[in-house]
């Protein structure tokens, strides 16, 4: 299982940013993928998680409305388009994925995302860093 993640970069305040998470080594439909991110001396923070069981895509509360995830099941690629970006918002962001069969219960529901079971016991990639200035 690989993960690789791309589009970081710097962006002025209000501006927008496309990140990419090319998948390989499983079957993409299978499996929840989320999108972390992580500031310096902050924890970690669910962004958005898409559920191989509904197939709907879940946002974590300060990104509603700002941030947008998509999939292409034909390159196993997820996207994270980010728009109206706030330098709150600059961050390492990573992906991750765990095979739907690894849990008994929802990794991401409309009320949360697990981020500490991501954490534990989920495949993650490398990261892209995001810099927002104000």
């Known amino acids: 299982v690989q993960l690789v993640e791309s589009g970081g970069g710097l962006v002025q305040a209000g501006g927008s940013l496309r990140l990419s998470c090319a998948a390989s080594g499983f079957t993409f439909n299978d499996y929840y993928i989320g999108w972390f991110r992580q500031a310096p001396g902050k924890g970690r923070e669910g962004v958005s998680c898409l559920s191989p069981v509904t197939r709907n895509i879940y946002y974590g509360d300060s990104m509603k409305g700002r941030f947008a995830m998509s999939s292409d099941n034909a390159k196993n690629t997820v996207y994270l388009e980010m728009d109206n970006l706030e330098p709150g918002d600059t961050a390492a962001y990573y992906c991750?994925?765990?095979?739907?069969?690894?849990?008994?219960?929802?990794?991401?529901?409309?009320?949360?995302?697990?981020?500490?079971?991501?954490?534990?016991?989920?495949?993650w990639g490398q990261g892209t860093q995001v810099t927002v200035s104000s």
């Open positions: 991750a994925a765990v095979p739907e069969f690894w849990s008994s219960s929802p990794l991401c529901t409309d009320r949360a995302i697990a981020v500490h079971r991501f954490s534990t016991i989920g495949n």
